[in-house]
């Protein structure tokens, strides 16, 4: 399948109110009732299934709290990984990462570093991705497509890690804990931590 | 290179195209009717143009960028090239059929300038002889054509049918699939506008001078006409959206034309049919 977003014919980076119009005004334009009687009928169909796919997948993508980076994003896109980011786009993700992991190491510039934490977030390996995203960031820094990715990564782990931080143990709390279990345990005449 | 220039530039690359293929005499034949037909093909063809600048003779100060088809010349069926062969397929069969109607000095100088046509269409056929089922095609459905303006026939969806697979058949010449079938539905809608917008502009003249015309003695109103009209150019768009390319500068000068330039021309020539009837043109 085609990149979805260029299906709809937004960039990426669209707000979801702005993929919303791109959708409603296409599918009023190849709606089937615009196309009734007409010879070319099953032409607009075969383009509206197309339109309600790619905004199905933008959707779902982008309620999973994450937009992936999108490798053809024309920034910083040169012709070398043309195939990856065709892979990629089209949903084979493990072909994708054969075609990198067949670069040798001493070629592995910051564009296979970006791919490479393309493949991973398709993935959902989140944290691996933002590592190679980061040394595709340092090795080009005045790439806007890398930093945009490392932030769209950053901005929805950000939720999660103060979520974390909320409802998660500290070691503060840990520590209390043992020792009120500890005289609860020796009131009862048992010893949890033996002191001796 | 902005819309305008690229329209332009599509005619000075069919005129040049002419030159080449139809003889140094055929571009004085050309009108912009064919740049839609070169736009369209282009766009659906996915065919790649370059943009070259050119000296032209009727504008002698200043060079004009003209679009080339990118491949050389063994490719027959670059779009400015078949607008070329048929420019000169087509007017050639107009021109014959006008010699046979027309009377008087339009009679004469049809006769004056049919050399011209007759040369480039002789030369569009012996360069590439893949045009001649073209060339047939055309002259079958002209004749049927001939046959049903020559019996009167009404009403004005009958003739513009006809005329409307005409143009299909040139849109569509030398695709296939998918392409073949967007094409066909373009060219046959653009031929019925043509065919119903031709009759309204000639209504008036042909009242006087008792020419056949399908809208003569039919009601009419301004609104029937332009209602019409905007169908056709409508079922035009609607082929045009299922165009897949990658060429969005030349879907844009089409989508164009389609939104601002064919209605205008419409609204104009519904207006001049209206003031022929309401002027009570009385027939000779």
Known sequence: MKDPYQILGVPPNATD???KKAYRELAKKYHPDTYRDNPLADLAEERMKEINEAYDIITKQRSEGFTPPDPDSSSGRTGEYNQVRILINNGMHEEADAVLNS?????RNAEWNYLKGCVLTRRGWYYDAQKYIEIACYLDPNNTEYRNALNAIRQSTVGYSRVSLNRGCSPCSICTGLLCMDCLCECCGSDCINCS | MKEYSLYKGMYCGICRSMGKCTGCLSPLTLNYDYVFLALVRT???GEKLVIKKIW?????FRLRHALYPQQTSGYVLSALQVSAYSS????????KDDIRDRRGLERLLSYIIFPIYSISRCKALKNQPEYISLDNNVAELLDELNELENSNAKPIDKPADVFG?????????GFEGI??????EIGFHIGRFIYIADALDDLDEDIHSGSYNPLIGESFSKLTAMS???CELDMTRKAIELIESDETGYIAIIRNMLDYGLPATAEKIAGKAESAINGGSEPT
Do not use: N, W
Not at chain 2, 56 to 60: D, E, F, K, M, N
Not at chain 2, 88 to 95: E, Q
Not at chain 2, 179 to 184: E, K, L, P
């Open chain 1, 17 to 19: 109110a702005e993929i």
């Open chain 2, 43 to 45: 766009a659906i063809a």
């Open chain 2, 179 to 184: 392409s073949a079938r967007i094409t066909d």
């Open chain 2, 165 to 173: 697979k005409l143009l299909a058949t040139v849109f569509s010449f």
């Open chain 2, 56 to 60: 032209c003779p009727l504008h002698p």
């Open chain 2, 88 to 95: 000169a397929i087509l007017g050639y069969r107009k021109l």
């Open chain 1, 103 to 107: 670069v040798s190491q001493s070629e």
């Open chain 2, 228 to 230: 019409a009209l905007m």
